[in-house]
Nanobody, 125 residues
């Protein structure tokens, strides 16, 4: 069974950077598309960025495009989210998910095989 564990969250000042990692175990991650999602207090979960199983396709939410970069290292069974120029509105719990088929193109969290438990990112001065 595929298990996902996120790490790398923390407190950062506006304009700062963080790199989130999502380590997979129990199953090869390259079978799946992958995605990063976030949920801020009192708000619904939103898709941040998703990527195809091969890594050839990726998409970003408008709010993070140009600031965040998704990547994957299938040899390490790990997914990353590099977050630059962070803003207070990026504060949220960030989750990674393994996505079946072409559902990464929607990047809405539906048709997910597994979810991690999340890592908290707080952007504040």
């Amino acid at each position: 069974q595929l298990q996902l564990v996120e790490s790398g969250g923390g407190l950062v000042r506006p304009g700062g950077s963080l790199r989130l990692s999502c380590a997979a175990s129990g199953f090869p991650l390259d079978y799946f598309g992958i995605g990063w999602f976030r949920q801020a207090p009192g708000k619904e979960r939103e898709g941040v960025s998703c990527m195809s199983s091969s890594g050839d396709g990726r998409n970003y939410a408008d709010s993070v495009r140009g600031r965040f970069t998704i990547s994957r290292d299938n040899a390490k069974n790990t997914v990353y989210l590099q977050m630059n120029s962070l803003k207070p509105e990026d504060t949220a719990v960030y989750y990674c998910a393994a996505l079946y088929g072409s559902s990464w193109t929607r990047c809405d969290g539906t048709d997910a095989g597994s979810w991690g438990k999340g890592t908290l990112v707080t952007v504040s001065s």
